[in-house]
């Protein structure tokens, strides 16, 4: 998916050692479909070469506010006036108090400032050893800059090339493309809080087996992404998957069906969506032993009793909540043949207002899914697609039947 096809980035470098960073960044863009413009101080010369930069973006590198190459050598007018936005990363934290002066004496900062405000946004990329992060006047630089309009990506933590560790770090190149994808995205979720379970739940026979199916989770990360790129505060209940968590999701991580039911039920009064992605198991072991059930050598197996899993969907369905009209609920199901009919039958019998029908076996672990949508005036599909592209196509079907009247 080229998620930034027609985007046109200004990239700026200032000093650092995370300009070596820069260049994966830049390839990333441009790998989404973006064009990237670059500019770069002359300190950040120091730690990576104009070379470099122009060969990954394509293009000459900008580094000098009297540019003869510009016909009318305001090279600050015509670069900011073409961005859909100037990304600068990594930023320093002297470039961040220059800006935050409306300093203006070499080219990035001048473009910075001469940039329609209103038109072409600003995002910084900090990157400073981990004292000069958390000294105040970097943090009340901060929060000025924040209020003038520009959005801070934030900071990672960890290792830093000075031998400490803490926060302050540039954030890894593949965090900042999905940062810059998610600002891109129009917010029909702003303000909205959701909750969404995704994963197969593992149900313990004794400490070391279990019983547990084959979902990968895939759909429900990739709802939780898309809810998150519109703008929704999001938390994810997950079963085991090895999934990363998407950007700016809360992850919650559970094993069995009465943990996620017991998740749920403790973050629902928070949320005002929930969406309901996971395979529940529908029957766990009647007794899960403490111990490992050995074989004993004389051929006999044990006889495992089932006790049925309580439905969390339902259970969150039918809350006085979602009764309300406080809490939409969304279902889906995996069915392997009459998806209208089944679909159709369990958002009843469900109790919800939207439910997601798609052919389970032809989903399970892949990276593309093809959906039903069923609620009460009919239905609608969404042809086969990746998972993500249908995740930002349902978010934007939940964010139209949202009641406005939302109390939250
Ligand atoms: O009944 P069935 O498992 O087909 O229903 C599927 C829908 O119900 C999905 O949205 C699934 O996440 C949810 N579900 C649940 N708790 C269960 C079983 C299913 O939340 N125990």
């Known amino acids: 998916m080229n998620d930034l096809a027609g985007k046109h980035i200004v990239l700026g470098l200032t000093g650092g050692i995370a300009c070596y960073k820069a260049a994966e960044l830049c390839r990333a863009l441009i790998k989404e479909g973006a064009t990237v413009q670059v500019v770069m101080t002359e300190a950040a010369t120091q730690f990576i070469t104009p070379v470099t930069m122009q060969a990954l973006s394509n293009r000459p590198v900008y580094g000098s506010q009297w540019d003869a190459r510009e ?7 015509n670069l900011s006036r073409e961005a859909d936005a100037i990304l600068v990363a990594p930023c320093s934290a002297d470039f961040m108090s220059k800006l935050l002066h409306g300093g203006a004496d070499e080219l990035l900062s001048l473009m910075c400032l001469a940039r329609p405000i209103d038109k072409v946004p600003l ?10 992060w958390a000294h105040p006047a970097t943090q009340r630089n901060l929060v000025q800059l ?4 520009a959005t801070i990506l934030g900071v990672g933590s960890g290792f830093q090339a000075c031998g400490e560790t803490g926060d302050g770090r540039m954030l890894e190149p593949e965090e900042l493309l999905a940062d810059v994808i998610t600002f ?6 702003a303000g909205r809080r959701m909750l969404v379970t995704a994963g197969p739940t593992f149900e313990a026979i004794d400490p070391v087996r279990g019983i547990t199916n084959r979902s990968s989770g895939k759909m429900g990360f990739a709802v939780a992404r898309a809810a998150h790129e519109a703008g929704a505060q999001v938390t994810l209940v997950a079963g085991p998957v090895a999934l990363a968590t998407p950007r700016g999701v809360q992850r919650i991580d559970v094993q069995s069906a009465t943990d996620m039911l017991q998740a749920c039920v403790e973050h629902a ?11 529940v198991a529908d029957w766990r072991p009647a007794q899960a032993s403490d111990q490992k059930i050995k074989k004993d050598g004389s051929g006999q197996t044990p006889t495992l009793a089932f006790v049925e ?24 199901a995996a069915e392997s043949h009459d998806l209208l009919a089944h679909a159709t039958a369990k958002r009843v019998r469900k109790g919800v207002p939207l439910l997601v029908g798609n052919i389970g076996p032809a989903t399970f672990g892949k990276d593309d899914n093809a959906l039903l949508l069923v609620d009460a005036n009919g239905t609608k599909e969404l042809p086969h697609a990746s998972k993500l592209h249908l995740a930002r196509q349902l978010v934007a079907e939940i964010a139209r039947r ?3 009247a939302l109390k939250k």
């Open 123 to 132: 995002l910084l990329a900090p990157a400073m050893n981990r004292e000069m």
């Open 184 to 189: 891109f995205h129009p917010k029909v979720l």
């Open 269 to 279: 009064p928070a949320a005002n969506i929930f969406v309901a992605t996971a395979a």
């Open 146 to 149: 924040a209020a003038d309009g």
């Open 71 to 77: 016909p009318n050598n305001m090279a600050q007018i």
């Open 402 to 404: 949202l009641p406005t």
């Open 309 to 332: 899993n309580p439905d969390i969907l339902a259970t969150l369905a039918r809350s006085a909540q979602a009764l309300s009209g406080d809490l939409f609920c969304v279902g889906f």
